[in-house]
Every structure is written in structure tokens, then in C-alpha cells.
């Protein structure tokens, strides 16, 4: 027990320890969660949690924030200031900026630029090519990297890792978790002149980039995947097909949702929002749908994350198919998913599972992920029972925009504390840019 005063007391609040919320109090020092206690202590700092609920810090594993090369959709800073605002507490970025994220030099730059404005916790993906993948058993335990991404489909330049060969030569070097866009190029591209053609239905774009495309991209990489005896995480799941598939072969794949996949659905996104829904895989029919949340509450999904990829609202209004994909997320991952447990879609418990325990596992995250003693003291603190309407005038993405804008949602974050630091309170960014590099078992 501390002998001096706590920095911070969290008191009066339901805390989610391990599956269960318990009435207790949270006492911080030095960053880190230091007593868990019924015991009222003095505090150079209190939150009265009274009616709250005390969750362990969001972390989002897939985030773009555009930032280099493209500071005019998002900032790093930007990204991270949206995330705190949503009550994210860690991020991890993806590679493809510009310049790639594929060398030593290009995670330096980031880490330096990162360093600068971050209101979050951080780590990037290392873009995996096969120009360099013969380093990356080196290069992949380099400081501020959380795994290896790998582009199946949709990407260009160096990250497209398209064929077997390409994939192979990834999958083989190494023995971090690599992270997959699971979409079959060469099947996406004979579907755009056999399916597309020269249509300009945004509706198309689930047809377009089909289920086949999907399933057989999935199905590739984890065949590679087990030749090597390598750790596989794919990402943005959205066919019936694939949880099929990927529920018998868990003991080399995990598996991730988007949020947008379990809430929006085709073809009533695009009728209403149009290209606002057009994202990478592409939001399906609700049969889909419908498989997404029957394999959650299975147990088959390991994480939920954003995919926030922010385009502006003029890039948006390009007719399809010229449109960019992509949707901001980052800072409504947290009251779109809360929503869903009031509506009785999954609990409390199995959502903290997946936006915490499930990164914190799956990447083997160093003291993060859980509220126990001598963890970072990063918290998602949330009320259950308040009910705000999503608007565009709210997100701090340089977007500006959200595809839930005028959503109505039950849940809703009202602190975000990261490392003892309070960062936002009441919808307020507060204090200054603390974030730090996340660090990983793996590593140490």
C-alpha cells in the first residue's frame, strides 16, 4: 500500500474486474493502477463515479490517420484527439501512408511525429512486403511496432501482397501476429469489369468486392499460415462464409469485427447515406449481418475495432466507383457499441472482452487491457443510461463528419483516463498530450 497520498481515486463507481462489475474503488499512482479497495483514502485527485461505469481503457487495433502524406484528412494528433473524445485510450496505426510504413526509418518518423501531439497511447503496424521481408524477424521488434500488416486487396504499391508467393514470404519471416486484409485481388478485379462494368450504384459495392473475394483470401492466408506455424489476426470480417470457416481454424486465426459491420447494413446504407457507407471490405446484406453477431456471441470474434479511415466530405461526394472507401469511426466506436448491449445484443462483459482483453491477448499487450494492480491506469469511463444523438459537429476527425450522424444511442463515454491522467471528462478535452508508445511482452 502507497505511503503517501494517491494521485487519483476513482470512488463510487461499478468496475468491471475480470467479467463482473463490482462496487468498488480505484486508487492510482504513478501511472498505474496501485490499490483496487472499498476503502475511502486520501486522494490529491477524486472522479466520483456515483452512477458510472468504470471499464478498462478501449484500445482500437485499427486506426488510419493518414498522417504522413496525407495531413489533410487526419493529423496523428487529430486521430488521437478523436479517440480520447470517444473514450479510446491506445490506438494502433496502419501502414499505408505515404510514405509506406515498411522500414526502420518510416516507424522512427512516426514515433517522432507521433510524439509531438499524442492525447493517446500508441503503436503501428509494420507493413509487410515481400521487398522487405526478409528483415522483418528484426524489424518487427522494433520499438512502437504492434504486428505486421498485410493488403490481400486494397492497396497499392509495395503493401499489395496479392499473390501466394508474396504472402508466403511474409508469413514465413518472423513470428509476431500478422494482421491480414483478407480480399482477393485478382478475383476484385475480374469482378470489376464482369460485375461492375461501368455502373455508378454505390449499391454494387458489396457485388463489386464479393463474398468470393473475401472467402478466398481468408482461406489462402491461413493455409500459409499454417504451413509456417504463424499466428494470423484477420481483420474486418464480413461474410457468413468466412466465420464458417474461421470458427474451425482458431487455433491459427483470430478474428476481428468492425463495428460498422455489425451495425450498418447493405442495401439501406447506401439508399441512405450512399458513399458514406462505402468502406473496404464492403458493409453486407443483413444475412451477413446476421452471421457477424451469431459468431460473436459464439466466441469466435477475439476484437472489435474502428477501422477509422477518414476521407473528406468532398473526396466522399465523388461518384461511385471513384469515391474513396473508408469511414471515420474511431470516436463513435464506444456509444455505437455501448447501444448495442443496451438493445441486448451482446453484454457488457463480452464487449470489454473484445475492445480490451482480446488486443490485450491477441498482441500481447504489456500492462494494458485489464483494471488489476500494477496495470496502466487507463480507463473508459461510461454512462450506461445516457442517451445522446451522434453528430457530425461532434467529431474531431478533420473529416467532420460520421456515417451515424442523427443516430440516437444509450451509452455514452464520459471519461477517458489514460495512465492516471484524465484527458476527457463530460465531452471536454482536458489537460495536454500525454500519450506514450505502447510496449508488448514480445519486446521487453
Not at 494517491?6 to 490499490?35: F, P, R, W
Not at 468504470?54 to 482500437?60: A, E, M, R, S, T
Not at 496502419?94 to 500508441?122: C, F, H, Q
Request: charged fraction near 20%.
Amino acid at each position: 500500500m502507497s505511503t503517501k497520498p494517491y494521485s487519483l481515486a476513482l470512488l463510487n463507481g461499478q468496475v468491471m474486474l475480470n467479467n463482473n462489475l463490482v462496487s468498488t474503488n480505484i486508487y492510482v499512482n504513478d501511472g498505474k493502477i496501485t490499490l483496487i479497495s472499498n476503502k475511502v483514502l486520501e486522494s490529491a485527485n477524486t472522479i466520483d463515479c456515483k452512477n458510472l461505469t468504470i471499464l478498462p481503457g478501449v484500445i482500437d487495433t485499427q486506426v488510419h490517420f493518414r498522417e504522413p502524406g496525407l495531413e489533410g484528412k487526419e493529423t496523428l494528433e487529430s486521430g488521437m484527439l478523436a479517440a480520447v473524445a470517444g473514450g479510446v485510450t491506445s490506438i494502433f496505426e496502419m501502414p499505408n501512408t505515404n510514405p509506406l510504413t515498411i522500414t526502420p526509418e518510416t516507424i522512427e518518423d512516426k514515433l517522432n511525429r507521433a510524439n509531438k501531439g499524442a492525447w493517446s497511447d500508441y503503436a503501428f503496424y509494420l507493413g509487410g512486403t515481400m521487398r522487405t521481408s526478409s528483415n522483418l524477424s528484426e524489424w518487427e521488434n522494433l520499438k512502437g511496432v504492434c504486428g505486421i500488416k498485410i493488403f490481400m486487396g486494397a492497396s497499392t504499391g509495395e503493401l499489395m501482397t496479392a499473390t501466394d508467393e508474396e504472402v508466403e514470404s511474409v508469413v514465413s519471416n518472423g513470428k509476431r501476429v500478422i494482421a491480414v486484409h483478407a480480399e482477393d485481388q485478382m478475383i476484385m478485379m475480374d469482378n470489376f469489369k464482369t460485375i461492375l462494368g461501368d455502373s455508378n450504384d454505390v449499391r454494387m459495392h458489396c457485388k463489386w468486392r464479393s463474398p468470393e473475394s473475401c472467402l478466398s483470401a481468408t482461406k489462402r492466408v491461413v493455409n500459409i499460415a499454417r504451413k509456417y506455424k504463424r499466428r494470423v489476426h484477420i481483420l474486418h470480417i464480413t461474410t457468413k462464409e468466412e466465420m464458417e470457416f474461421l470458427s474451425q481454424n482458431k487455433d491459427i486465426a483470430s478474428v476481428e469485427l468492425l463495428a460498422n459491420h455489425l451495425t450498418l447494413h447493405a442495401p439501406e446504407c447506401y439508399e441512405n447515406i450512399g458513399t458514406l457507407a462505402q468502406q473496404h471490405p464492403p458493409i453486407r446484406e443483413k444475412i451477413h449481418q446476421d452471421a457477424l453477431w451469431a459468431a460473436l456471441n459464439d466466441n469466435i470474434v477475439d476484437i472489435i475495432a474502428s477501422d477509422h479511415a477518414p476521407h473528406t466530405l468532398d473526396e466522399k461526394s465523388v461518384a461511385y466507383p471513384k469515391s474513396p472507401s473508408g469511414t471515420p469511426g474511431v470516436q463513435t466506436l464506444v456509444p455505437v457499441m455501448l447501444n448495442h448491449v443496451n438493445n441486448h445484443r451482446l453484454s457488457l462483459s463480452k464487449l470489454v472482452n473484445l475492445w480490451s482483453y482480446g488486443p490485450e491477448r491477441i498482441h500481447r499487450i504489456s500492462n494494458k487491457g485489464r483494471i488489476k494492480e500494477g496495470f496502466d491506469a487507463d480507463f473508459t469511463i461510461v454512462d450506461m443510461n445516457k442517451e445522446m444523438l451522434i453528430k457530425n459537429n461532434q467529431q474531431k476527425s478533420k473529416s467532420k463528419w460520421t456515417p451515424y450522424d442523427g443516430m440516437k444511442v444509450k451509452g455514452w463515454p464520459t471519461h477517458t483516463i489514460i495512465r492516471g491522467n484524465c484527458v476527457m471528462q463530460n465531452d471536454e478535452i482536458i489537460g495536454s498530450p500525454q500519450g506514450q508508445i505502447i510496449k508488448f511482452k514480445e519486446t521487453l
